[in-house]
């Protein structure tokens, strides 16, 4: 039987390292497909969103280490997971309290799901203790099957982040905004504007500079009439902020081609 100091310890590197692997997939994976587009990312940056993966991994895995039982290990990882989250949605959310209000009541109602997909990382990490475990109390441990196990969570982890990549069409939509942007920039005048950017208030005064973009899945925060979508078929919306602050947003409703614009 592993002793408590050593369970523990181990528990809280495995989760450091699925954090550190979750993380960088997750940072990296969206700009790998999508080379040249300056992709929006709030808080603390790339290298500090991987940092907080990190730390936030290595907690989860202490977590489900320390009780000696797996279950009451995994109950306990899962359910602080899903109070890390809610967290993280609340502080990283703008717009007015209405909209707090209405995210913190979703919050809550997913609460017990979103704990729900914690399971398979805590358990994961219960995996590996034990195989870690019944190597150390063999005389004769192989160093392959733990460096195997470890591995395997790694990857597992990489894979998870991978979910992160944007859909098709939502890298198509990033790829289309940017277009536009980078015409309406060299526009000489208003009317040269591409179609989609003549009804944007203050466009062609206020788009100069740095910007970036952020990929949404609801284009209903974006002031606009769009095109009514077919049952089942996914909208999106690009919100572009300009470093002197301009804002604008496009709505794409599949399968019009021309996204629908304006300032938000």
């Known amino acids: 039987m592993m002793n408590e100091k050593s369970r523990r310890l181990i528990g809280l590197v495995l989760g450091l390292l699925m954090g550190l692997a979750f993380g960088l997939v997750q940072e990296l994976i969206n700009p790998l497909f999508l080379p040249g587009i ?55 959310r703008s717009g007015g309290l209405d909209i707090a209000i209405g995210l913190f009541v979703l919050l809550v109602i997913t609460f017990l799901p979103r704990a729900m997909l914690f399971v398979p990382t805590a358990a994961l990490i219960r995996w590996g203790l034990y195989v870690w475990s019944e190597e150390f109390q063999s005389v004769s441990f192989s160093i392959r099957k733990l460096a195997l196990t470890g591995v395997t969570i790694v990857f597992l982890a990489g894979a998870a982040g991978a979910f992160s990549l944007h859909t098709r069409a939502g890298r198509d ?47 209903d925060l974006l002031p606009v009439q769009r095109p009514i979508a ?28 021309d996204p629908v614009c304006q300032i938000y």
Do not use: H, K
């Open 38 to 92: 300056p992709l929006y990312n709030p808080g603390p940056g790339p290298a500090g969103s991987v940092l907080i993966s990190c730390l936030g991994g290595g907690l989860l895995g202490l977590l489900a280490a320390w009780p000696e039982d797996a279950i009451p290990g995994i109950i306990l990882s899962s359910l602080v997971g899903a109070l890390g989250t809610t967290l993280l949605n609340l502080m990283g």
């Open 230 to 257: 077919a049952f089942g078929v996914q909208e999106y919306a690009v919100f572009v902020r300009f470093e002197n602050r301009y804002r604008f947003g496009c709505a794409f409703t599949p399968p019009n081609p």
């Open 173 to 219: 939509a990033l790829n289309a905004t940017n277009e536009l942007i980078l015409a309406g920039m060299q526009a000489a005048s208003v009317d040269s504007l591409p179609e989609p950017l003549r009804s944007v208030d203050g466009f062609y005064q206020g788009a100069r500079g740095a910007y970036s973009l952020e990929l949404s899945d609801n284009p």
